[in-house]
């Protein structure tokens, strides 16, 4: 796709698809250095975010100066914390390491039935310490 300059610095955007109706709109564009490395990110549609060439100046002044995170940091980001998150001890998690330690336990299927039934809605997804009397 051909990129068309906008009248604002670092700024231009191409024709795409419009989204929920026939023809065509401008979508924006931003380019920006940080620490030497280019960046060039996506900042909106013409109709569907109601994006102008002032507005993505605008957003392009916020992630130079670190007010707003690229894209790719944000999902950097959101994976961090879903890793993080699987890896914490959660009733679930501790509920399956103690079966891995204890496999020959008298009881285990009874055991197992009250924890799917009784504590896993309740608590499966929560910390020991998220959890108060």
Known sequence: MKRIKTNTP???YRFGKRIGCVGKE????VIYK??????EERVGRQYADQM??????LLRSDFIEGRKL????IREQE??????MQNKPTISNLWEEYKKTKPNLKGMITDQNRFKNHIKPLFGKKTPEEINL
């Open 52 to 57: 102008t060439p002032s507005k993505a100046a």
């Open 79 to 84: 994976l961090a914390e879903k890793a993080t």
């Open 10 to 12: 670092g700024g231009f």
């Open 70 to 73: 690229p894209a790719k940091e």
């Open 26 to 29: 401008k979508i924006y564009y």
């Open 34 to 39: 940080i620490k030497g490395k280019l960046h």
